[in-house]
């Protein structure tokens, strides 16, 4: 991670883009147009049309002030499958995700929730989205205790989170990957019969879903911080190569 002020100025640049912009927006009726940091544009009616907030995340990358690959915010990130200085390596080499070419690094959940909690107190927020594509059943259990504990991490530190819905329930078709990253808590047999058939992951999120806990059992099994279950070289998938 950097220290230069250039690379930290990057990132609160980018942040302010992806996760501010649009919901400051909504939460004043005033959009910042030319994106300097100030409001500038009335929206009328938009003021207040807010009751909670929809949190998605997946991955961690890296993003530079050096470049300038966006002109506009000064900065370049880290684009899969290209790296012009942005890129940083995984923290752990287990936390790479071949389908997608990102690391899976669940305690980003835990900054994301926290940066928007301290952001808009007053805002409940949701988990609409967090997942890993794996062929793994016991990896996609880790992400999905691992999920639950960094949420629960933010909710003893006064986050108001309300919720968390796992992507996806189903394998599904990516937009720019197709039909090979597997998302679902219930896997999909493409090659004719489409039969769904549940994952560990299944099985442990109904496990908890029933108990309504995240028992010492799962946590010592699935969860923490460490290395996860190391998904194993499949044909046609790279290894985290862009970060």
């Known amino acids: 991670m950097s220290d230069d002020p250039e690379d930290i100025g990057a990132r609160d640049r980018m942040a302010y883009v992806y996760n501010h912009l649009v919901v400051d927006a909504v939460r004043s009726g ?5 994106l300097d940091g100030e409001p500038d544009l009335e929206l009328p009616g938009l ?42 390596p995984p923290i752990d080499p287990t936390f790479c995700v071949p389908a997608m070419r990102y690391e899976h690094h669940a305690p980003g959940l835990h900054g994301a929730l926290t940066d928007l909690g301290a952001r ?18 016991e ?12 949420i629960e991490r933010a909710r003893a530190e006064g986050v108001d989170v ?8 189903y394998d599904n078709f990516e937009w720019a990957e197709g039909f090979a990253p597997r998302f679902g808590l219930y896997t999909v047999d493409y090659g004719g019969s489409y039969e769904r058939t549940p994952t560990e992951g299944a ?19 699935y969860g923490g911080e460490g290395p996860m279950t190391p998904e194993p070289e499949a044909e046609g998938l790279e290894r985290c190569s862009g970060n």
């Open 30 to 34: 005033r959009l910042d147009s030319d």
């Open 120 to 137: 808009y107190p007053d805002l409940p927020l949701v988990v609409t989205e967090s997942g890993i594509a794996t062929r793994v059943g």
């Open 47 to 88: 003021q207040g049309a807010l009751d909670w907030l929809g949190v998605q995340y997946y991955f961690r990358a890296g993003v530079t002030g050096d470049g300038g690959l966006v002109p506009v915010l000064n900065l370049t990130p880290c684009v899969n499958g290209l790296d012009l200085g942005a890129c940083v």
């Open 162 to 169: 309300r919720g968390y819905y796992h992507w996806s329930l």
């Open 203 to 221: 099985e442990v999120l109904g496990e908890i879903a029933r108990g309504r806990a995240l028992t010492g059992a799962l946590r010592a099994r």
């Open 139 to 150: 990896r996609r259990a880790e992400g999905v205790v691992r999920a639950l504990e960094q």
